[in-house]
């Protein structure tokens, strides 16, 4: 069964006597990827709550709020149709976004040492968004684990830190990247490319792939290499909105350190702004 | 009794089926201010827990930390000379500061309304310091009532709206300033003082005074007329650090809707400083 609750107080109750709750937060429009998220979740947990709510404060004012997809019907649907076992889903969808913020979020949070690189610097203040609705959800719910995609891996790393310090209780599972056929990193916001673009949006993917593949087949200093091959490459194409090569264990730059190396993008298509990654061991 | 813990595993163990907590978060060197919190807080909890911890995130790189006032013997036996009734003290207060901060803070906090002013222009990431060692305090101990003292009214000010924010339940109370017999606002830090000095000291509570008095015998705009007085006085003696006067409720400019005053002063006699308010209704 896959149930339906608008109210976080109707939330409470249902769970209040399960110790064994695996949360997968998204903003709906589902898709493989998430789905995979709630999979690795009904695997481990007989309980798993999927909340379904577009969070306003992680848009900023000139982003797409207004216009993400919501289709929370057929979400719903898609969640009938797992393969449940013995586990099942409580959907929290609010409504009102006052079962998630009873009053407006004063209280600011902010990372600075994963801050001011990738997303944070095309999407000032989205981190904070994030991380007080994760807040309120882990409190709400309070999981034994909650899942994310690696697709946004600073929000990955991010949330992982912020939950290792302030809810070290709750483990947060990483899961792969989950790909159309095309190889297009699947999102909800593919939903707003037509064909054309979304060949178009293939540069990104396959960029991150070329990147990866000079990395391996240079002899000396690859790091070095690839960073000027990521200044060429911005400067020949505006329609990237960052391309940076980082350790992929603290998003600082690559030192005789690392052992894991993310080459990660973001790449716009008319108004449509798609990110991906590849994580690498060296 | 008021027993001694210094392991934070131990202090969940001594709560653990306590349903019914006050908190007195302390950096020590109790005082007749303290004390009054602990009272408070026994009168209303059969279990009171007062921590003593004086946390290095909330003070700046040229402050007091090293010098500041340890006396973790005589505290206790303030503590122990209370009239403790049926109610019980366990003071927690770590002697290894992993056992509130298992790993550096990464996570900072803000609360942009009630920064920018008073005691933060001169203490630059002091209140994200208290609220990353309030957050753990809370989070460790799950108390239903916290104290603290309106003398940092600022910080009583951000601590409400933390814990509304992220901690709805837990009740902050809030305990009118303690004096000492000369008018003098205790604090750990008047130990600084020579005689002198804390006769010197007196500038800061006497000015406030006078502020409050002119704002009642005034006949117009006195809002306008106690800035104005504020100004003169700041101009007059480099050894104010601040000295406003805001809307209590919402530590903004006074408006029309304000309905209490706060005159809120900082004043650094060498190189000690001491902070001092006055809170009244219009």
């Keep these: 069964m896959a149930t339906l609750t608008t109210k976080a107080i109707e939330l409470k109750n ?50 797409d709020l207004s216009s993400y997809p919501r289709t929370l019907d057929e979400d719903i649907e898609k969640l009938r149709q797992l393969d449940l076992k013995n586990s099942e889903i409580i959907v929290f969808s609010p409504k009102d976004e006052k079962e998630i913020y009873p009053s407006a979020p004063l209280i600011n949070f902010s990372i600075s040492s994963l801050e001011n690189k990738l997303c944070d610097l095309n999407r000032p203040g989205h981190f904070n968004g994030v991380m007080q609705v994760i807040y309120r959800l882990f409190k709400l719910i309070s999981p034994n684990s909650a899942y994310f995609g690696e697709k ?63 990395y391996f087949s240079s002899n000396e200093s690859s790091v070095n290499l690839i960073k000027e091959q990521i200044d060429k490459t911005i400067s020949k194409d505006d329609r990237w909105q960052y391309l940076d090569l980082l350790d992929a264990d603290n998003l600082l730059a690559p030192s005789a350190k690392t052992t894991k190396l993310i080459i990660a993008g973001a790449y716009k298509i008319n108004n449509v702004r798609l990110i991906d990654n590849t994580v690498f061991n060296i």
């Design 152 to 214: 946004d891996y600073q929000q990955l790393m991010i949330i992982k830190t912020f939950s290792h310090e302030l809810f070290p209780e709750i483990e947060i599972k990483a899961v792969p990247i989950k790909r159309e056929a095309s190889g297009l990193a699947m999102s909800s916001r593919n939903n707003y490319l037509n064909d054309d673009e979304k060949v178009d949006a293939l540069i990104l993917k396959n960029t991150l792939n070329s990147l990866k593949q000079n």
């Design 14 to 63: 249902k769970i209040k006597n399960q110790s064994n709750i695996g949360l997968v937060p998204t903003m709906g429009n589902l898709h493989e990827g998430h789905l995979n998220l709630v999979r690795e979740s009904l695997s481990q947990h007989p309980i798993t709550v999927v909340t379904i709510f577009v969070n306003p404060t992680q848009f900023g004012k000139n982003e």
